[in-house]
């Protein structure tokens, strides 16, 4: 399968996004702070009959920096709404996964007639002050060093010392890393640096109070032992249209949550049974 890279301007800058196939749309989000790279290893997976579209997140990877930093989920769903309007894309299915996830709920806020079903995977809810300070920890800004210490600690932090690592995918985690590995201009993010910027936004958006909103048909993919499992359960039983499945994981593993790469063929099936 041919993935072809593009770039849609909006008032804030561009867009950077990947796509292959003909057909459906259906749009993926990613997670912080990988890049539309992530999900187009996993296009292969996919039948034909779908035009598959990984957007990445503004400010992430080659999409542009905002002049003026984003704050809040909404900000960054409008410039999905630029991105969506850019392409024509007229209706289309969801993916999103963690901050990309809380983005998409957002989105389906503001674009119930366009989208026809919703997938959030592995989706948690921050708004409080524990939530804060978890974000605060796992994203940081690395000083560059003269000696380029700091690129080994990235290079860890990708996921470079895990046993058996898959190297392809830890090099683009790490480009993506470096990419947003900077504070300049972004003060609000604090010891975040530009890596923070979604992150930061989530802290101030209730996802489980803001889903309860959404009318559309919405899949919840968490992993059987993730720790976000009790926010699934939360925005299932708080929205209607909602259907919660498990996908087999263990606490070895990301903390138990899902992760595509754990086994993508059966992520992909659940996804086009829901979408069908």
């Not at 674009?111 to 919703?118: E, S, Y």
């Not at 974000?135 to 690129?151: A, E, F, N, T």
Request: glycine letters at 8%; aromatic letters at 12%; a neutral charge.
């Amino acid at each position: 399968m041919q993935v072809k890279r593009g770039f849609v301007n909006t008032p804030d800058g561009q867009i950077e996004y990947r796509e292959a196939g003909e057909g459906k749309p259906l749009l993926f989000m990613h997670a912080t702070p990988v890049s539309s790279a992530y999900y187009a290893e996993y296009f292969r997976f996919f039948p034909s009959g779908y035009r598959l579209i990984a957007m990445t997140t503004m400010g992430y990877g080659e999409s542009s920096k905002p002049k003026k930093p984003y704050t809040s989920v909404k900000e960054f769903a409008q410039s999905v709404q630029w991105f969506i309007d850019g392409l024509e894309l007229e209706t289309f299915d969801l993916f999103g996964t963690h901050t990309g996830g809380i983005i998409s709920i957002e989105v389906a806020l503001q674009n119930q007639d366009r989208i026809k079903h919703l997938i959030l995977d592995e989706v948690g809810n921050y708004a409080n002050d524990a939530g804060i300070q978890l974000q605060q920890r796992i994203h940081s800004y690395y000083p560059s060093q003269s000696d380029g210490s700091h690129l080994l600690k990235l290079w860890n932090k990708s996921g470079g010392n895990t046993k058996n690592a898959n190297i392809k995918m830890v090099t683009q985690k790490f480009i993506d890393t470096l990419l947003v590995n900077s504070a300049e201009n972004c003060e609000v993010y604090g010891n975040m640096g530009w890596e923070g910027a979604g992150p930061y936004a989530l802290c101030y958006y209730d996802s489980i109070k803001n889903s309860a909103k959404i009318t559309i048909p919405t899949l919840l993919i968490y992993g059987t032992q993730s720790k976000l499992l009790n926010i699934g359960e939360a925005i299932h039983s708080s929205l209607p249209s909602s259907k919660l499945i498990t996908l087999s994981t263990n606490k070895q593993r990301a903390q138990g949550m899902f992760t595509t790469d754990q086994d993508p063929k059966n992520w992909m099936e659940s996804i086009v049974e829901f979408i069908s």
